[in-house]
């Protein structure tokens, strides 16, 4: 027996349109045009203020609400509409006395006093409408007028600004639900797609995760609440609680190109088929979910496929030299890591401001040939500019946004005269070496913890303790806190991301706990996991060396991450994710809070909620309106850092530090790199 966690792809209908025009709306008609959109039926609908009527479009048919207005109401070629898409489309989600107004319908249900499912019908515009409060009573009241009586119909505000607009308008005059309100709490969600098949491992709790029978591998599927950012590398995840599609573990899947998802009622579906235990087919797509038990015949019995070995640079350990981090360029990598060298080509793009940061929006996205009419309306300047104005403004807006930190990055080179100065150290690692080489994984996990316990402890040479301490700071600042990073060779790789892997020490105040904190992170490098991790992805233990950035402490009054695309919708070049929390960035990548979720358009502008997390309320408007300026700048960094491909996207963890109590402070960015996927 098959158990789909979503319904299964229909089959395909014969190319009829079934479009309907003024008719009224009961659940049947609209189950017959529907399609199925993140598990819920939708149906795209068209008012015609100037005839006084509506269209509901047949979705498999019409997927576009501006091409059935264009080509089949105006009378508009195909040709027509692609050569002048932009100015129609500000026409019809922009002009305050437009014609049309456009909207989805989706189908949900609740319970009513009694328990029973009821549906209800939810309307909404496109994330980019710019609808004000009485045009969006409008269009609620016209839908409302057409529909099945019977039926609850609720409006969701398709960003801030409609909220915004809204709030002078009375809920039973417009009854609403916010986006995260429907959303927030959903059974399932897809968060990294994949195929896997493998064994389902499901653990209720930390301790019997870690009281599992045999170790975790590459056939194993693994399910529980929250997975722990040190699960090996396996076929699959599943989180049977709420997470974040910015966690370690969601960035671990997305680099290593496993299935992930949100599956809150998997204890349901256990009780009612037999999967725990058993084989599966686990399948995520963008807007599916399915587990499907196989029968013992129809296991896989072929080898896991072959990964290719991954590739380091060559690293260069002759500079023992500590250096400040605006003194850093990429090419710095091979030395310094890849933080370090990275936040050292933030501190030049940011001051020197030379790079072209528009080639995101230089990209064509068929029809149009690119999107600087969309990136210059986003900046406040003209179009067309003349040359270069729009780079300038591109680069002044984001020197205007947001700041790199300072810093000392310490060189692969201190750590490596270090290792060299202990035979112990160098005998251990010989034995590492040869354990690895035999596969003999009951003997590498105490061969690694006896190494980090010798980093721990063996006293550092005179030249790599004094190089080491020039990282404090003096004069006035002497005693500051400062944060002590990683920055390795063996990170930000495509096809291994290291996330959450290697450490950080964030209180440091003294000589003495610097160099306790450096042999943290230098250790850190051997640990178990990271071991492990790196000789699955076939990288030497040669070949790895770790840098140390050491930075200054900067209190923050919120704190998070943001990737410069939809991680669950690969497919949308418009909208970055942006979580966060009060405070540090760790609580969102660690997973110990959840946090605010937010979409930002980078094309049309405009941003949703899309999750409150584990917080009572929403942020205030004015934070959230800066918030969709550092998603604008994390896009157009995105053209400069992801130079030979700039679709590529980047992960960003930034601070936002607190400005005499008003919250409207600088970010900071502490950490630039690739995004996994």
Partial sequence: MNTTIAPPAAAPRPVTDRTAVGEHLALPLFRTLAGSLAGHPYLKVVVDRA???????????????????????????????????????????????????????????????????????????????????????????????RLDGRLSLLLKPANHGQEHALAAISDVRVPRILSHELFGHRTRTPLNPGEAVGRLRHFRTTEEYAAAAGPLGGSDIVAMPCLPDDVPRVAGFINTAATTPLSHTNVLAAGWGIPNAIVRDLDRLLESDSLDGGWVRYRVTEDDISLVPLAPATVPTAPAPHRPRIRLRTPLLDDLSARPLHRLRLTDQNRYGTKAAHLGELHHVLHARTADLTAFHGRPRPPRPDLYRHLAAR???????????????????????????????????????????????????????????????????????????????????????????????????????????????????????????????????????????????????????????????????????????????????????????????????????????????????????????????????????????????????????????????????????????????????????????????????????????
């Fill in 51 to 145: 005839e006084d009527t509506w269209h509901l479009l047949d979705t498999a048919v019409h997927p576009f609400h501006v091409d059935y207005i264009a080509t089949r109401v105006l009378g508009m070629e195909p040709a027509e509409l692609d050569s002048c898409l932009d100015a129609f489309n500000a026409s019809v989600y922009m002009a305050p006395d437009r014609r049309f107004l456009l909207g989805v319908l989706s189908l949900h249900t609740d319970q009513d006093t009694e328990g029973s499912p009821r549906p209800f019908l939810v309307l909404e515009t496109t994330e980019a409408d710019t609808m004000d409060g009485p045009l969006l009573e409008e269009f609620y009241t016209f839908v409302r007028h």
């Fill in 379 to 677: 900046l406040g300047t003209t179009y067309p500019a003349a040359p270069g104005e729009l780079r300038t403004a591109a680069a002044d807006f984001v020197a205007g946004t947001v700041s790199a930190p300072d810093g000392i990055a310490l060189p692969f080179g201190l750590q490596h005269r270090f290792l060299l100065s202990s035979p112990a150290l160098r005998d251990g690692i010989v034995q590492l070496k040869a354990a690895l080489a035999r596969d003999a994984a009951e003997t590498v996990e105490p061969l690694c913890l006896r190494l980090q316990q010798l980093v721990r402890t063996t006293a550092l040479p005179d030249v790599v303790a004094r190089e080491t301490l020039r990282a404090l700071p003096t004069g006035p600042a002497a005693g500051r806190r400062l944060v002590v990073r990683s920055s390795a060779n063996a990170e930000d790789l495509p096809g291994f991301s290291a996330a959450g892997v290697y450490t950080s020490v964030t209180s440091v105040y003294n000589a003495d706990q610097l160099l306790d904190a450096v042999r943290e992170v230098w250790a850190s490098l051997l640990s178990p996991r990271s071991v492990r991790l790196r000789h699955q992805a076939g990288i030497s233990l040669d070949d790895t060396y770790m840098g140390v950035i050491v930075q200054p402490y900067l209190p923050a009054t919120l704190g998070g991450v943001l990737v410069t695309c939809n991680p669950t919708k690969r497919s949308d070049f418009r909208n970055v994710c942006l979580n966060c929390s009060p405070g540090s960035p760790e609580t969102v990548v660690d997973g110990s809070a959840l946090p605010l979720h937010y979409l930002y358009n980078t094309v049309e502008g405009g941003g949703r909620t899309v999750a409150l997390g584990s917080s009572e309320t929403d942020l205030p408007a004015a934070t959230r309106e800066r918030l969709a300026h550092l998603a604008l700048a994390g896009r157009l960094l995105q053209s400069h850092f992801s130079a030979s491909d700039v679709d590529r996207p980047l992960d960003i963890e930034w601070l936002m530090a607190d400005q005499d109590g008003t919250d409207q402070g600088a970010f900071h960015l502490v950490q630039i790199r690739p995004y996994a996927r």
